[in-house]
């Protein structure tokens, strides 16, 4: 491998590293809408250089995640209730046909991976909210890998963290119980089929999921981006 396709692999990763951060503060609510992501700061958190932090803030624009404005001045995204509709209606789409590739395939292996991802879900309930929608995002990511079909797996996980978004801007507490009951029937029933079944159960959770949340708060704050980044730059 020559050098110039080294640094452009290392610079890759750590764009990489930005974005998952970034992501996972947001969902986690420690980022919320509006806050201001300057790129010096961004490279002050991860100990990148500005044009890396810059290349993160446009794969994260493309996700939907970061609005960037004509001044380069770059925001987290702020979705409205009608938004928050949208991505959902297009995620139960989405998830209903990663569940009908995977209904009567799921090994056994991949069950017990899931079960544990639900045991997280149920060990943070008294933990703040965030993590749980995590969690929750993590089992829906993990479901769609599990399929094997990177298109598929590419939408899904963007949606997710659009959905983990406005879950985090706009939705009001509500406990995570059934969500965590609902993850334990959806593996029970991708296992043993059949397709339109576990199709069926997809749509209605994510539904509840929605109808739970209310999807119609209000947000936006802005804090010290390095303080809030921090734990997030060491994964």
Same mark, same amino acid.
């Given at each position: 491998?020559?050098?110039?396709?080294?640094?452009?692999?290392?610079?890759? +990763?750590? &764009?990489?590293?930005?974005?998952? !951060?970034?992501?996972?503060?947001?969902?986690?609510?420690?980022?919320? /809408? !509006?806050?201001?992501? /300057?790129? +010096?700061?961004?490279?002050?958190?991860?100990? $990148?250089?500005?044009?890396?932090?810059?290349? *993160?803030?446009?794969?994260?624009?493309?996700?939907?995640? &970061? +609005?960037? @404005?004509?001044? @380069?001045?770059?925001? &987290?995204?702020?979705?409205? /209730?009608?938004?928050? @509709?949208?991505?959902? +209606?297009? @995620? $139960?789409?989405?998830?209903?046909? $990663? $569940?009908?590739?995977? *209904?009567?395939?799921?090994?056994?292996?991949?069950?017990?991976?899931?079960?544990?991802i639900v045991t997280r879900e149920h060990d943070a309930r008294s933990g703040p909210e965030g993590a749980s929608i995590r969690l929750a995002t993590e089992f829906h990511i993990r479901l769609a890998e599990m399929t094997g079909k990177p298109i598929l797996i590419r939408y899904v996980t963007e949606i997710c963290y659009r959905a983990g978004l406005s879950l985090s801007a706009l939705g009001r507490p509500y406990s995570s119980d059934c969500a965590i009951s609902e993850h334990l029937e959806l593996i029970r029933v991708i296992r043993s089929g059949p397709a339109d079944r576990a199709a069926a159960l997809m749509a209605e959770h994510l539904e509840a999921v929605s109808t739970r949340a209310l999807l119609d708060g209000e947000a936006g704050r802005s804090r010290d981006l390095v303080s809030i980044l921090t734990p997030y730059a060491t994964g």
């Open positions: 491998m020559t050098t110039t396709r080294k640094t452009a692999r290392a610079e890759g +990763d750590r &764009v990489s590293i930005i974005c998952q !951060g970034i992501r996972h503060a947001i969902i986690d609510g420690a980022l919320m /809408p !509006g806050d201001r992501l /300057p790129e +010096d700061s961004l490279g002050e958190s991860f100990g $990148v250089s500005r044009t890396i932090a810059r290349h *993160a803030l446009g794969q994260l624009a493309a996700e939907g995640l &970061v +609005d960037l @404005r004509r001044n @380069r001045i770059a925001t &987290v995204a702020t979705p409205t /209730p009608e938004d928050a @509709r949208d991505i959902f +209606d297009i @995620r $139960v789409a989405l998830e209903r046909q $990663v $569940v009908q590739h995977l *209904a009567g395939r799921l090994t056994e292996a991949q069950a017990k991976e899931l079960q544990g």
